[in-house]
């Protein structure tokens, strides 16, 4: 159900570009593996330049493998995501589909559009936007907080500013201590 859903998702995508479609069509009956974990997502490309579930114990033409933290990724920093994935295979499918996946961009207003109208659904989708800056900041605010909390009320986690100053009292004691070493060992060579 869930590799329906996904090529559904995909398809509707890619049918809402004809230029990721057309580049598709060149590479006709060849497999991708999608891994996330344990899960496979086998897809097959068409003539119609799209997806339909591939044969999940077939020989894929090209495999990718999502970092754990993808479900992260794709809220927060979506190009570090395909940079982060390991890619194996055929490199020119491989480059096709990294560009198709850099520049694919879902259009949630047009679909929405159909469904309320073009009105509503722009102030919807405006207000979807606001709504997840709004609870981006809440986090970021949160975590700033608990940093804080740690480094300053209840010091378990040593401040940037504390570490810097330790490793310069290190590094200006370091030369001072070669020189007592220098003098401790000239000093045992002339005892013997």
């Known amino acids: ?13 890619l049918s809402g570009e004809d230029w990721a479609s057309r580049r598709l069509k060149d590479f006709t009956g060849q497999t991708v593996n999608v891994m996330l974990g344990t899960l496979v997502l086998p897809l097959e490309i068409t003539a119609d330049g799209l997806f339909v579930a ?10 990718i493998t999502l970092p754990a933290d993808t479900a992260t990724r794709v809220l927060t920093d979506k190009a570090s995501l395909l940079s982060a994935a390991q890619i194996s295979g055929s490199a020119e499918l491989a480059e096709c589909l990294g560009f198709i996946f850099r520049n694919l961009r879902w259009d949630s207003e047009s679909d929405l559009a159909r469904l309320v109208g ?20 809440q ?7 608990v940093a804080e909390y740690f480094t300053e009320e209840n010091p378990t986690i040593a401040r940037r500013q504390d570490i810097s100053a330790y490793c310069a009292d290190v590094d200006s004691l370091r030369d001072p201590l ?8 000239s000093l045992e060579r002339t005892q013997i």
């Open 118 to 137: 073009d009105i509503a659904a722009r102030r919807l989708v405006a207000g979807g936007k606001q709504a997840f800056q709004w609870q981006r900041r």
């Open 178 to 185: 070669e020189r007592v070493e220098k003098r401790i060992a």
């Open 54 to 63: 591939g044969d999940k114990n077939g020989t894929a033409t090209v495999n």
């Open 139 to 145: 986090a970021q605010n949160l975590a700033l907080n």
């Open 1 to 13: 159900m869930l590799t329906r859903i996904a090529i559904g998702f995909l398809n509707h995508l």
